[in-house]
């Protein structure tokens, strides 16, 4: 039971978060938000004997991106990416921890569809970055790198476990995605719902990924 009481309250705290942006109710938002990562990491030491530090990291960043995101404003906009960049960075070389040397047709078929999908992103938000194309161009570039080494896990491993990782990293890019449209290209009413759907799935994806690494180790 103990180990499901966290992800009780993970789920709890989603659903005040989900509510609240979609009656409009910035309270309800600025009180579940922050509590997203801090419950998830609950559920994730609660059911773990090891604890991932990359994994951890990863998460205690995702928090700071969170609060700062709650923020208004391009220099909390800056900042918040540059949190969720770090996340990602150490996503990454948790993931490149567990990849064996690799054969350049590996990087070359992992690479593809994360490199097309940057390419026609920027392409299509290009004009409208402005004075932000720096910073969103680094941000993509470093969780398409996410997006191919997990891919790469795959194509070494093809087990389930290492699917869910490609598969959370397939909607953290989905939820970036949809961010990137509503605040540079075209906003839409229902995108910071969807963008929060997808984002928190995806990190109870890549935290799932992780405890099934543990249990069979």
């Known amino acids: 039971m103990n180990k499901i009481i966290p992800l009780i309250a993970f789920i709890i705290f989603c659903l005040v978060d989900f509510f609240g942006i979609y009656l409009e109710k910035q309270m309800m938002i600025n009180f579940a938000k922050p509590m997203l990562m801090i419950t998830l990491f609950w559920y994730y030491y609660s059911n773990t004997k090891k604890i991932n530090i990359h994994f951890a990291l ?3 960043f995702s928090f700071l991106g969170d609060v700062l995101l709650l ?22 070389i948790m993931v490149l921890k567990m990849i064996r040397h690799t ?3 590996e990087v070359i078929i992992a690479s593809i569809p994360f490199l097309m999908l940057f390419i026609v992103l920027i392409n299509v938000l290009y004009a409208g970055l402005g004075s932000m194309k720096i910073p969103v161009f680094v941000y993509a570039m470093t969780i398409s790198f996410f997006g191919i080494v997990s891919l790469i896990l795959y ?3 093809k ?4 699917l869910l990782l490609v598969l959370g990293v397939l909607v953290f890019i989905t939820s970036d995605t949809i961010l990137a449209l509503n605040l540079f290209y075209k906003k839409q009413s229902f995108y910071p719902l969807l963008i929060m759907i997808t984002y928190v799935l995806a990190q109870y994806l890549i935290c799932r990924f992780v405890l099934k690494l543990n249990q069979q180790s």
């Open 58 to 60: 990863g998460l205690f």
């Open 71 to 92: 923020g208004t404003g391009e220099t909390y906009f800056i900042f918040g990416l540059l949190f969720f960049l770090i996340a990602h960075v150490f996503y990454i």
């Open 103 to 105: 054969k350049p047709k």
């Open 155 to 157: 194509l070494q491993t």
């Open 159 to 162: 087990t389930k476990t290492s």
